[in-house]
């Protein structure tokens, strides 16, 4: 789930990423473009959510996917919620979301 928050006294959006509890992980990732594809881990809340938060400028967008670990494997996920979805270089599609 993506939720959006402008906060007008310091001109950014809040982009909110968060997965219920009951996605069975043991890490959830976001990477993106904004970070040259450095992953940076999700919390996991004390109620069993995924959660991070990342601000974008106003008229930014940004490129990403999960990277979600589980039993010694890896996978990638688009989130249905984004704002769009575009071609990659690997054969699939990465969401977009913009502020």
């Known amino acids: 789930m993506i939720k959006k928050r402008y906060v007008k006294s310091r001109n950014v959006t809040k982009i909110v990423f968060e997965h219920p509890a009951s996605v069975q992980a043991d890490a959830i990732e976001l990477i993106a473009d904004r970070h040259g594809w450095t992953p940076l881990a999700f919390d996991r809340l004390r109620n069993g ?23 010694g494997g ?19 599609e990465n969401a977009v979301v913009a502020a």
Do not use: C, I, T
């Not at 959510?49 to 039993?71: D, I, S």
């Open 49 to 71: 959510k995924w959660k991070l938060v990342q601000e974008l400028e106003p008229g930014a967008a940004m490129q990403f996917r999960y990277r979600v670990h589980r039993g």
């Open 74 to 92: 890896v996978d990638y996920w688009n989130d249905a919620d984004a704002d769009g979805l575009v071609p990659n270089d690997h054969g699939s």
